[in-house]
Nanobody, 126 residues
Framework: QVQLVESGGGLVQAGGSLKLSCIAS????????MGWFRQAPGKERDFVSA????????YYADSVKGRFTISRDNAKNTVYLQMNSLKPEDTAVYYC???????????????????WGQGTQVTVSS
């Protein structure tokens, strides 16, 4: 059972930046593909970004492409989400997730992920 803990959320003005972190309890962190999702009040949990086990392949939702960057440090059991040029519509609870399958078939499919963190709130003011 992998436990994931997100941090780094907060309140920021539009145009600002935040860096989210998600640390995993599992020493075999490098065996998991990782994803970031977000959920605004009254809305579905949506895909933001994902990264494969080695970090060599990354994936982004169109809405964040060019503004957000996902990365991972397997030695630290941590995945990051650098968020720049933030917009009010980025306001949501951000969740990290881990996929234990050998291949990340559909990075944007939340049902493919096996473990989830509790989330961290990101609020972008206009």
């Amino acid at each position: 059972q992998v436990q994931l803990v997100e941090s780094g959320g907060g309140l920021v003005q539009a145009g600002g930046s935040l860096k989210l972190s998600c640390i995993a309890s599992e020493r075999t962190f490098s065996y998991y593909a990782m994803g970031w999702f977000r959920q605004a009040p009254g809305k579905e949990r949506d895909f933001v970004s994902a990264i494969n086990r080695s970090g060599g392949n990354t994936y982004y939702a169109d809405s964040v492409k060019g503004r957000f960057t996902i990365s991972r440090d397997n030695a630290k059991n941590t995945v990051y989400l650098q968020m720049n040029s933030l917009k009010p519509e980025d306001t949501a609870v951000y969740y990290c997730a881990a996929d234990k399958d050998l291949i990340l078939r559909t990075p944007s499919n939340k049902y493919e992920y096996d473990y989830w963190g509790q989330g961290t709130q990101v609020t972008v003011s206009s």
